[in-house]
Nanobody, 120 residues
């Protein structure tokens, strides 16, 4: 099982980015996929999750209303659309696949991370 995250970069405050997480090696039809992020010196924190088998989504309070998680089952890919970016969104973003929830332990598979930097 491999997860390939991409789409990070440098953006100004208020800008937008779309992250992608492409999965290969197995079907995730009964799993959840999530995005976490980790800033320097901080613990990894939950951002958003989506179930592969339905439209259920779950967001951290800090990103709700600004970020949108979605999935394309045909492409086995999950996206994170990030709008109205703030400096505090700066972090390495990781995609993960596995069960469901906001804790890293709920997920068995992790991508390599993609850097998002929001400049003020």
């Amino acid at each position: 099982v491999q997860l390939q995250a991409s789409g990070g970069g440098l953006v100004q405050v208020g800008g937008s980015l779309r992250l992608s997480c492409a999965a290969s090696g197995r079907s995730f039809s009964n799993s959840g996929t999530a995005w976490f992020r980790q800033a320097p010196g901080k613990e990894r924190e939950f951002v958003a999750a989506v179930r592969w088998s339905g439209s259920t989504t779950y967001y951290a309070g800090s990103v709700k209303g600004r970020f949108t998680i979605s999935r394309d089952n045909a492409k086995n890919t999950v996206y994170l659309q990030m709008n109205s970016l703030k400096p505090e969104d700066t972090a390495v973003y990781y995609c993960a696949a596995g069960s469901w929830g906001s804790y890293p332990k709920a997920y068995d598979y992790w991508g390599q991370g993609t850097q998002v930097t929001v400049s003020s």
